[in-house]
C-alpha cells in the first residue's frame, strides 16, 4: 500500500542525516525535503537529546603543529554509520589546521590553530558555517590564543563560552563572557570563576544543574592544610558566577600524588530525565574504576565500574591507554596508541567491549561526540567553499 | 440529542468488529472526533475504514499505557515493517498526534539502515529521476552509502551492467 508523502516527510525527520542524504536517490519529491527550512527545524528538533552516534577523532592540539593535521570521523557501535558527515568537508577542515572544540546537536564548534581570533560554528552536513564575531574590547584585553573555550546547545539557541585567564592574580582566575548565537550578542559574566589552586582541566567540561564543572589536575604541589591538597572539582554556576568546590571520592584520591594517574569528569546517564548527573573516571596502574555522584548537595560518590585493561581482550599486546572520556552519559571511549575501543557502562551494554577503529592520531588522542543532522548555524551563517 | 449520557462510543471497524470506547479515547481520534461533533442526532456506531481490529487492539494498549503514565512502554517490536506501515496508515487515518509521532519514529528507525530500492517499495514510489540526475544526485551523496552494515543497492549492481 502506498504511503503519503506527507508521511514520508514526518519518518524522514526522525532520521540521522546520513540516511536522509542516502534516500534522496529514491525519488525527485524526497530528495527536496531537507532543502525545506520545515524539514529541517524539524528534524534538528526530533533528534535533540538523541545519543550522539559519531565520533571525531583528532591529535591535541600540542602535536597538531607538527604532524598533519587529520580530523576523522567515525561511527560508535551500534549505529554503524547510518550516521556521519560528508568527507569532503572533514578534509576541508583538515586541511586549514582546523581543530574541532566540540559538538551538540549536529553543530560543531571549531577554532583554526594558527589564527585563534577565527573561532566558528558550522554544520557538515548543510555545510554551513558562522564566525563568531569577536568584539575590539575583548580582542585588546584577552589573549585569545589561551582561551578556554564551550559549546552548549539548548532547543532553539546555541551559547559558546570563552574563559579567558586573568593572569595578575597568584591564583588565576578567568572572566566568562559568552556568545549567544541566536542574537549575535556578547554578555561577560559579572563573577569570576576562582578555580582554586589547581589547574583546571578544561578539555572536559560538564554542564550540569545550571553549571560549568572541571575536574582539577592531581600532583603534589600543596601541602596539608591547603584546601587544594588534594584534587577537586569546581564549579562554576552560569546563573550567579559563583564558584563551588566538590570532593571527589576518598578511594580516587588517596594515591593521587603518586604519578601514572590520570582523571576525568563526564556526563553521566541522560540529563533529560531524573537519572543525570556526574561521573568520575580514573585509570590508574592499567585498571578503569569509574564513580557518579549519587546525591549532588551532599557530593556523594558511588563506585559504579571497575576493570583492568587486560581483561577486556583487546588486541594489541602493549596495553597504554592514553586518552579516554565517556559519551551519551553510559560509553566508555579510550584509546591505545593504536586503537579505539569502546565499553559499556550501562546496564544493556554492561563491559562489553567493542573496537571502534584505528587511529592516526598519535600519542594523545582527543574524542568529541557528533550527532548529524540539518541544525542552522544561526545567523551570519555562510556556505563553507568546498 | 447530544450523547453526552452515555460514556462510551462504539466504533466498528473494517473487519466488522465493534469497539465499544470511553469517551477519551475517541477524543484521541480526531476523526471521529470530528465525525461525532459534525452529526447532530445522537450517533450509534461511528465506521472506521482502514482500521482493522488487531489495529484497534493495539491503539487500546497504547491507550491504556499513557493514562497510566506508561507510554514508554509501548512497543510495536512484534510488528514487521508492512505490519507497522499498515499500523501507521491507520493511525494517520485516524489522526492521533501522539501515537503517531510513536509510529513515524519507529518506521525511521526501521528504513535507516535498508537500501535505496528497499524504501521506494516501502513507500510505493517509482524511481522519476533521468539517469543523469540519478547518476548527479548518487555522485554528490556517494558519501552516505559508505558503511558496513548499509544494505547494499539491488540497482547499483543493475546499473554497472
Redesign the interface.
Known sequence: MEVPQDIGFEIFSWLPAKSICKFKSTCNTFSKFSEETLFRKKQTQNLFGRDDTCLFIQSDEVSQRYIPKRIELYSLPKHQESSGAPNNVLSFLSKNTTSVIASSNGLVLCHNINDPLKVFICNPITKSWSFIPIPESLQINNNFANAKLMLHCSLDDYKVYFLFENTMEWNPTYTCSVYHGKEGVWKTMERCFLPGGRDMKFDMPVFYNGALHFISNSGEYYERPSPFYKPYIMSYNLENGISTMFRLPREAIRDCHRPCNNMGIFNWGKASNSNGSICLVKIRKSTFTVWYLRDYESCSWEKVFKMRVRAMGLKEKDLDVTSFTVVNGNLLVFATNERVYSCGLDDKRFMVIEEICQHNCGFNPHFISYLDTYRSCGINAKTMPC | MASSSSNLISLKTSDGTVFKVERALAKTMKTVQAIIEEADANIYMIPIHNVFSHHMDMIIDYYKLSVAGKSKEFSVEKLDNDEL??F??AV?YLNMEDL??VL??A???R???KS?GY??K????????TPE??AA??KK?D????????EPEEDEEKQEE
Not at chain 2, 558519501?143 to 548499509?150: E, N, P, R, T, V
Open positions: 506501515k499498515d501507521l496508515l494517520h503517531f509521532e513515524t519514529q518506521v525511521a528507525d528504513l535507516e539502515k535505496v524504501v521506494r516501502y513507500f510505493g514510489i517509482e524511481n522519476d529521476f540526475e540519478y544526485i548518487r551523496n558519501w552516505a552509502f559508505k558503511g558496513d552494515d548499509i
